[in-house]
C-alpha cells in the first residue's frame, strides 16, 4: 500500500510539473466567458465502462445543445482504479478548457488513503444521474440470490471481480462484508468492460456492474442478476424483478453517481458556463436517450448543490474502511 501511495503521489507531481493551463483565467475578472479551441472531456477509465459511456455520452450532448458550439474530444486516461485520470485533472488548475467524467472514484481514491487530493480540489459542476448496481454471475453459477453468494462466502473463498482496486464496487463489498461478518477475495480489473469478461470466462464468481453495463449479457442469459444494491427496485421492465439486497435481508445500499467535474482554481464565469451547459445538457433528447439507454436514475445536483452531495456520500464511504 506504501509503495502504491508512493507511485501515485510521484505521478501527480509529474504530471503537475507539466504545468496548467492558465490561458482561460485571463477572463477570470469578465464576463463572457467561453472555451479557448477544442475541451477535453477527461475518462480515468478504459473503454467500455461505465464511465466511458457516460463521458462519451456528456460530451456528445454538450455538443449538440450549446450555443455558440462547442468542440469536445474524449480522452481516456486509465490506470490506478482512476487516479491517473484525476491528477491529470488536479495539475490543470484553473483550466477551463478541461473536464472529467467523475464518479466516486473521486470519494473512494482518498478513503483508501492512495492519492492526496481530496474532491475539494475541484470544482463539482454537475451531478447527472444515479447509477446503481447489480450483483451479477455466470449463467452456470449455483447462487441465485445475494444472500445465497453471502453464506458461500462464509464457508469458503468465494472471488469476486472490482472494477478498479478501490473503486465504489470495492467500498459496497466491503459494506456488505462489514454488514455480513463475511470477506470475498478481490479480483481487480480496470473497468466494467473487463469484468463482463472475466464473468463470461468464469474467472470470478461475482461482480458488481451497472445495469447498462451488462443489459445485453442479462438478456442472452450469459449472465444472471442476484440482487440490486439500490434503496429501491428498479422501474425499468427489465429490472423490475431484480430485488434488493435489503429485501434479501442485507443492509446495505449505495447508488454510484455520474456528473462533470473542473479543475480546482477555475474563473467564476468558467463554472457558471459550464453550469448553464450541463444544464441545457439535462433538456436535451441525447440526455433523456442517455439514461433510458443506460437504465439510470434522473436525480441531479448542480454546482454548489453537488458539493454538498459530494460531501454527504463523503461521509458514508469513510465511515467504511
Not at 501511495?5 to 510521484?10: F, P, R, S, T, Y
Not at 435489503?246 to 443492509?251: L, M, N, P, Y
Not at 433528447?285 to 448542480?302: G, I, R, S, T, W
Request: glycine share 10%.
Amino acid at each position: 500500500m506504501k509503495n502504491n501511495k508512493i507511485a501515485i503521489g510521484l505521478l501527480a507531481l509529474a504530471l503537475a510539473g507539466c504545468g496548467a493551463n492558465t490561458a482561460d483565467t485571463a477572463d477570470a475578472g469578465g464576463a463572457g466567458w467561453k472555451p479557448r479551441g477544442n475541451v477535453t472531456m477527461i475518462v480515468p477509465f478504459g473503454a467500455g465502462g461505465g464511465s466511458d459511456i457516460a463521458g462519451r455520452a456528456m460530451a456528445g450532448a454538450i455538443e449538440k445543445s450549446t450555443t455558440p458550439k462547442v468542440n469536445i474530444s474524449v480522452e481516456n486516461r486509465e490506470g490506478g482504479s482512476g487516479a491517473v485520470g484525476y491528477s491529470f485533472l488536479l495539475s490543470k488548475k484553473g483550466d477551463g478548457n478541461r473536464l472529467l467524467a467523475t464518479e466516486s472514484a473521486l470519494l473512494t481514491l482518498p478513503a483508501a488513503g492512495n492519492v492526496t487530493f481530496t474532491y475539494k480540489d475541484f470544482t463539482p459542476i454537475m451531478k447527472i444521474a444515479e447509477d446503481g448496481s447489480l450483483m451479477v454471475v455466470p449463467k452456470a453459477s449455483p447462487y441465485k440470490t445475494c444472500a445465497e453468494l453471502v453464506d458461500a462466502a462464509k464457508k469458503a473463498r468465494v472471488p469476486v471481480g472490482v472494477a478498479a482496486a478501490f473503486g465504489i464496487d470495492n467500498f459496497t463489498f466491503k459494506m456488505i462484508e462489514k454488514s455480513e461478518g463475511v470477506e470475498f477475495q478481490r479480483v481487480p480489473t480496470e473497468s466494467g468492460g473487463e469484468l463482463t469478461t472475466a464473468l463470461l470466462g468464469n474467472q470470478i464468481q461475482a461482480a458488481l456492474l451497472n445495469p447498462g453495463e451488462v443489459v445485453g449479457q442479462l438478456r442472452s442469459g450469459d449472465l444472471r442478476a442476484l440482487c440490486a444494491t439500490t434503496d429501491k427496485r428498479y422501474e425499468y421492465p427489465e429490472l423490475k424483478d431484480i430485488a434488493t439486497a435489503k429485501e434479501q435481508g442485507i443492509d446495505v445500499s449505495y447508488a454510484n453517481f455520474r456528473g462533470i467535474l473542473a479543475p480546482g482554481g477555475i474563473p467564476a464565469e468558467a463554472k457558471a458556463y459550464w453550469i448553464k451547459a450541463a444544464q441545457n445538457l439535462l433538456k436535451s433528447p441525447e440526455y433523456d436517450k442517455y439514461v433510458k439507454d443506460n437504465y439510470l436514475q434522473p436525480v441531479q445536483a448542480e454546482g454548489d448543490q453537488f458539493t454538498t452531495t459530494l460531501e454527504q456520500l463523503n461521509q458514508q464511504i469513510t465511515s467504511v474502511k
